[in-house]
């Protein structure tokens, strides 16, 4: 949710010049005015993992001998992937860096544009909304596919051995086979009246195939879960840090329980803006201008022990400082319009 305001205070005007008065928010002590806030920049990670579970067909032992199909397991597995790691930055209020815009009298109305929690988006200008979907905590994916019982014939059931039954059940795999190739090249008795019906019947003969292949090949079901973590970067670099624990067998764990693995982040501060000495930051005014930040740079990586899951460069607040926009964007008569980063509080775009 998003709050509006017509104040006006942000540009107003004097038989003079407009100027902009913004001061720090001291509860209680402030004119009226409307406060806003910068964020501070936080890091969300989304992790998909998959869980997979094979199990063998019934004619797994004779995938070789019968469809020429090596490295067929007769062994029911399961097990957990990491599928891929994604990020998104967003912003959060900076309780230390709250600022009022102050009212006047004989001004020229002007539209703030403020998050739920008080972080400015926009002056004279609105935020295009985020069209991102949530995503499901946990997805089950799993084709159906037809009972290759139901295709067994007379003949293949009455079989006396399973070896019987296995060679009767390729034989039927490459009869489909050589049906499709028939259809394909034109060369079948019957072929069919129109090009719907020619997909109809290979994808009736293919799913017949995929039944039949998965008693030698066996089955893969497949559950994808994802799990949410937010990292809020601090003032010093964050090294080696327990992200979560993973484990093969049960998937993601809590960062305590010493049966998975451990993934680890690192995030470092690659800014190198120069930094105010202590004697100009007392010597400076009070900002008069609207402020916002100018963000830092930062190294995400997600690892585990020598294995680089992710890495990428980020803008982060925090890692920044704060600067002040001139007096001469808001004087009367100049229509400026600027929108603000909500994840870092930087300038995204000015209009004038």
Known sequence: MRKFFLIPSL??????????????YVP?????????????????????????TY??????????KFLRTQGISNKPDTHWNIKRIEIALA??????????????????????????????????????????KDKDTETIHSSKQLNPKE??????????STAKMAELVAREIYNIRDSRNSIIRGQADNMPKDGEALKLILKNLDEQEAALISMFEGTTETEQRTLAVRLTPGDKDQTKQILFRFSRLLGVVN?????GAPIYYDIENLTNLPQPDEKSLKKAKRPQGVVYN?????????????????EEEIPVAQYGQTDVLANELFNKGVDTKITFDPATGGIRKIDR
């Open 255 to 259: 960062a305590d329980d010493l049966s």
């Open 55 to 64: 199990t063998p067909g019934e004619f797994c032992n004779y995938a070789n």
């Open 28 to 52: 209680g002590l402030n004119a009226e005015g409307v406060t806003y806030f910068l964020p501070q920049t936080v890091v969300d990670i989304t992790i998909e993992t998959e869980k997979v």
């Open 151 to 160: 295709l067994l014939s007379e003949e293949i059931l009455s079989a006396t």
């Open 294 to 310: 100018l963000p830092g740079k930062a190294l995400l990586r997600i690892y585990q022990n020598s294995e680089v899951l992710y």
């Open 11 to 24: 540009i107003f005007a004097t038989y003079c010049m407009a100027q902009t008065e913004v001061t720090e």
């Open 91 to 132: 912003g959060i209020a900076d309780p230390n860096k709250a600022f009022t815009i102050k009212l006047k009298d004989k001004s020229i109305a002007s539209l703030v544009e403020l998050a739920e929690d008080g972080v400015l988006l926009s002056i004279n200008a609105t935020q295009e909304p985020d069209n991102k």
